[in-house]
């Protein structure tokens, strides 16, 4: 492994204006993360990577590298390019093992995070270094968020999330309070009475968007971000549909492969792909199979009609009438992305939303509620996880600009309450024995 990284990091021409860099979301230092790691100082490289992307070891094995970093690589003009991802990789998980540093000193301040996905943990790292009080809330039992629940582990693995967890939060005093939904028991009103100065909204898309067509309630069919979240529970046979060509398309193609399927197809509606170079081959590769240009027009429990699609006067897609075919399948996921959950916002007021259920902010993550932030998937729809975490890290500092300039909180003391004297463990078992 370190042979081959060392290969790669050698092809680098350490090129003045690199194009790799600013074809990065997060404008990650690559030709100088090379340049250390040739000289032999990988944790120097390492802590520079951790320090501008605090989600460094996941965004190595999930970035969509060729349409960023390495696809602005000019090596990559005329041929291969230097392929990062492995570099930083490497780097990134070496180091991960040096990083033990407990909490930095309290400023007296806290702060929440609904969400413990890539833009929530980017927000809790971020203002963590500056001494705020964290508390992480998420819905799950672990943190990840879609990272998690929502990427398959052969393409990210949960150690990879558990190793943040705990280098992250555990030794920085990050407070995780798991299966607590926000907008139920708990509001947003109830952290700002409790003593968070301010509150970021980091909350997924985990409401799948619904195709709107007959058979949708089958026992058959199931919906991308419900399946990806535990494969296991779903029994949907030898012969699999997938609806839609994205990216989860792709995860949940290759995951039922994974979980017996022989014979997986995808459905577009188009003749082009949504889904990254990369992943669709790897699907290919597999023996996924595609089927372009078709309309989906009513799920039955034998299999699913399409119909060829073309697009009519307005531009809009539609089915060829006399097209209609059936598909015989054990199996439906559909894979059409995923909306906004509407709790959150019904339960508090003075957030305002656009039509899709996502939160208005400006660019600098104000909601209009003053003290509430929002970043992410959230606020911006579906991202990938390097883009949460750039928009995130602005975010970050937005909240701690806002924080700082409002007064220190003070504890409210009650002198005239009674005190309960405690008593020794052991005088008291002491006590209660006959």
Known sequence: ???????????????????????????????????????GRLNEAGRMLFENN???????????????????????????????????????????????????PSNGRKAAVIGAGPAGLTVAIILARYGYQMTIFDSKDKIGGVMR??????????????DIAYRHLELKDIQFRPNTYIGSAVTIDDLFRDGYQSIFVGAGLWRPRKLNI???????????INYLAS?????????????????SAMDCARTAIRHGARYVSCVNLTDTLTASQYESSYARLEGVDFIY???????????????DSMTDENGKTVPVSGTEKLYPCTGVIIAISQGAESNLV????????????????????HTSRPGVFAAGDAASGARTVV????????????????????????????????????????AQAEQLLP
């Open 1 to 39: 492994m370190a042979l081959h990284v060392m290969e790669e990091a050698n092809r680098c021409l350490q090129c003045k204006k690199p194009r790799c860099r600013e074809g990065c979301p997060i404008h990650t230092n690559i030709p100088e993360a090379i340049r250390l790691l040739k000289e």
């Open 54 to 104: 605090p989600l460094t070891t996941v965004c190595s094995l999930v970035c969509n590298h060729e349409d960023q970093c390495e696809g602005h690589c000019v090596l990559g003009i005329k041929g291969a390019p230097v392929h990062f991802s492995v570099i930083e990789s490497y780097i990134s998980t070496t180091f991960a093992n040096q990083m033990v540093k407990g909490p930095a």
């Open 149 to 162: 629940y929502g990427i398959p582990d052969f393409r990210l693995p949960d150690s990879v999330l558990d």
């Open 214 to 224: 007959r058979g949708e309630s089958l026992g058959h069919v199931t919906y991308a």
């Open 231 to 247: 494969p296991g529970a779903f029994h949907l046979g030898e012969r699999i549909l997938v609806i839609g060509t994205g990216n």
């Open 293 to 307: 240009n078709k309309c989906t027009l009513e799920i039955r429990d034998d299999g699913v009609i399409l119909a």
């Open 346 to 365: 019904t339960t508090t007021k003075g957030i305002d939303t656009v039509r899709s259920g996502l939160l208005t902010v400006d660019e600098d993550g």
């Open 387 to 426: 883009e949460a975490v750039a928009n995130s890290k602005r975010v970050a500092e937005a909240m701690h600009e806002y924080m700082q300039s409002l007064p220190l909180p003070v504890l409210t003391d009650y002198p005239d309450a009674p005190r309960v004297e405690t008593m020794d463990v052991n």
